[in-house]
Nanobody, 126 residues
């Protein structure tokens, strides 16, 4: 069992930056691939970024590539999402998720992930 708690959301102007954190509790954080998803009002939840359990592989949605960076700190059991050059269309609730399966090929699918956090709101004003 893994519990995930996100933090770091807030209100920021377009062009600004935020860093989201997701702290995992429970055992074997290193056994999980991790991902960030987001859901804007009236839209379906979508993949944002993913990182393998080793940290060597990272994946991004085209809409955030070059602006967002995912990373993980194993001793702290924390995964981060550094968000730069934020745009109003980045406004959403951001969710952290953990995937316990061996393969991370389908990193963009919600069904790949076993555990989810409660979400943190990010609002980007124009």
């Amino acid at each position: 069992q893994v519990q995930l708690v996100e933090s770091g959301g807030g209100l920021v102007q377009a062009g600004g930056s935020l860093r989201l954190s997701c702290v995992a509790s429970g055992r074997s954080f290193n056994n999980y691939h991790m991902g960030w998803f987001r859901q804007a009002p009236g839209k379906e939840r979508e993949f944002v970024a993913g990182i393998t359990r080793t940290g060597y592989g990272t994946y991004y949605a085209d809409s955030v590539k070059g602006r967002f960076t995912i990373s993980r700190d194993s001793p702290k059991k924390t995964v981060y999402l550094q968000m730069n050059s934020l745009k109003p269309e980045d406004t959403a609730v951001y969710y952290c998720a953990a995937a316990g399966r061996y393969s991370f090929e389908q990193f963009g699918l919600e069904s790949t992930y076993d555990y989810w956090g409660q979400g943190t709101q990010v609002t980007v004003s124009s």
